[in-house]
């Protein structure tokens, strides 16, 4: 029976944390720089009351505060007056290297995830390094099995036949490996 080979390259729904932070259009600013200093975060997403993804509030759309304050002498305003408009969610099926392309299209330090158009979670630049790290030990993790296997098989071929599924198993690129030329 063939072995099922497990897809090792992350999607979005793997590298994702659980929203536990939104804010609503209509909240007030500087009820939400509370939120994100008091918990830490850079970056939340506003949503509506179906939890339809409005844009995300990062510090830096929390900054023009200042400025505004200065120029206009206001002191607030609303999360909608603040917050920037996302132009391309992550989907949750998206895997790691659309969503590398995705992050350095922008400069968001997080990335909405949503299924069927609803907010389902976030992705952050850490839960990505995480995401390298994964997939590099897995490749790594890999490698050494297929080594083993192509070592353990070789040794103990007892026909041409069996040598040649052995060989069948592996790439080329594999094999060469194994017996230590370079591709």
Do not use: W
């Amino acid at each position: 029976m063939a072995e099922k080979k497990v897809d090792r390259i992350p999607k979005a729904k793997d590298l994702m944390e659980e929203i536990h932070m939104a804010f609503s259009p209509d909240m007030d600013l500087l009820q939400a720089i509370e939120e994100l200093a008091r918990h830490g975060m850079s970056a939340a997403p506003v949503v509506d009351s179906n939890r339809c993804l409005r844009g995300l509030l990062t510090e830096k759309d929390c900054l023009r505060i200042l400025y505004d304050s200065a120029l206009h002498r206001s002191r607030g305003g609303r999360v909608a007056d603040y917050l920037s408009p996302v132009t391309e969610a992550l989907e949750i099926d998206m895997d790691i290297f659309k969503i590398s392309e995705v992050f350095l299209g922008n400069n968001f330090p997080m990335l909405p995830v949503v299924d069927k158009g609803k907010l389902v979670g976030c992705v952050t630049r850490q839960h990505m390094l995480n995401g390298i790290m994964t997939m590099t030990q897995a490749e790594d993790t890999e490698q050494v099995k297929i080594e083993t296997d192509a070592a353990d098989a070789l040794k103990r071929p007892s026909s041409i036949g069996e040598m040649q599924k052995v060989y069948a198993r592996y790439s080329k690129k594999q094999l060469l490996t194994r017996v230590g030329r370079k591709t």
